[in-house]
């Protein structure tokens, strides 16, 4: 009798990973408004949040993204939180992506109300917001990743 939860959870692990693993199975990124962004930004005071408009068909957006996912690997997510959207049309073309990249921070599909409201003409398109929720840096094509390091050092330094 014992032996039955612990078959079926592992059948329900066996199942989890599988549909994570096989594309088209896993559930396509959230949508983020403008709204939402905001309120993530304000759930996230205290910390540096990095935001970052980006599109798989962009290979100036491909450099960005190594160096974001370096970075991410380099800072405490107490410290830096880092937020990708995609303008990208189809979720499962950024589902694809994203796997197949390894992005090891959180994604979302844009809205076309966050595209206005953030003036998202070019992509890629970087935001950095300080520990009080500030835009302090903001700007399209590729960010080196010596900068955004200079950037985010400088607000950690003043928290």
């Given at each position: 009798?014992?032996?039955?939860?612990?078959?079926?959870a592992?059948?329900?692990?066996f199942?989890?990973?599988?549909i994570?693993?096989i594309?088209?199975f896993?559930?396509?990124?959230?949508?983020m408004?403008?709204?939402?962004?905001?309120s993530k930004?304000a759930?996230?005071?205290?910390?540096?949040?990095i935001?970052n408009?980006?599109?798989t068909?962009?290979?100036?957006?491909?450099?960005?993204?190594e160096?974001l996912?370096e970075?991410?690997?380099?800072y405490?997510e107490?410290n830096?939180?880092?937020l990708?959207?995609?303008i990208d049309?189809?979720?499962e073309?950024?589902?694809?992506y994203?796997q197949?990249?390894?992005?090891n921070?959180?994604t979302f599909?844009?809205?076309?109300g966050i595209?206005?409201?953030?003036?998202?003409?070019?992509?890629?398109?970087?935001?950095?917001f300080?520990h009080?929720?500030?835009?302090?840096?903001?700007?399209?094509?590729?960010?080196?990743?010596?900068?955004?390091?200079?950037?985010?050092?400088?607000i950690?330094e003043?928290?």
């Open positions: 009798m014992s032996r039955h939860p612990f078959s079926i592992l059948i329900l692990v199942v989890s990973v599988i994570a693993i594309p088209g896993s559930s396509p990124p959230p949508e408004t403008s709204q939402s962004l905001l930004i759930d996230n005071k205290g910390k540096v949040v935001v408009f980006w599109a068909w962009c290979s100036t957006c491909q450099e960005e993204i160096i996912k970075l991410r690997d380099n405490p107490d830096v939180r880092f990708s959207i995609s049309e189809d979720p073309k950024i589902n694809d994203i197949s990249q390894g992005f921070f959180q599909s844009a809205t076309e595209l206005s409201d953030f003036n998202i003409k070019w992509v890629p398109k970087t935001y950095v300080n009080n929720g500030q835009i302090i840096y903001k700007d399209f094509g590729l960010v080196s990743q010596k900068r955004l390091e200079g950037i985010i050092d400088k950690l003043n928290l």
